[in-house]
């Protein structure tokens, strides 16, 4: 499944639309794939930082201490993605509701910001 869903966006092919940038930005954060989702965040979005070193460090401790382990999808639009994830942390489980914003800059699909609720 995924190298026929999210590994060609990983390899650089540009997402066709919002569902898709959506999930393989959850499974890049899955597979601790921090370039990816640098990459594929607007530069207006406040989790994007100049300081990619620091940027990139904050994703992978990110990554390597939160165990991924469930996606939903609720509903999406043109622009914007509703999901909760279940995520993993210090042994703890706790759901993670948000809906996604995303724009377009030059034809390119990226996250912009969204709505989160953090929920056990």
Known sequence: MYDACCKPLHDGKEAPD????????????????????????????????????????????FCRTTEFC????FGYGPTHVYFATQLKQNGESFTLTE??????????????????ARGT
């Open 99 to 116: 809906n996604s914003r995303f724009e377009q800059i030059d034809g390119r699909w990226l996250y912009l910001d969204g709505e989160v």
């Open 18 to 61: 919002v569902l898709a940038l959506m999930r393989s930005r959850y499974t890049a954060y899955a597979l601790g794939k921090a370039e990816y989702i640098q990459r594929t965040t607007h530069p207006k979005s406040p989790y994007f930082e100049k300081d990619k070193g620091r940027w990139t460090a904050g994703i992978l401790e």
């Open 70 to 73: 469930r996606l939903f999808i």
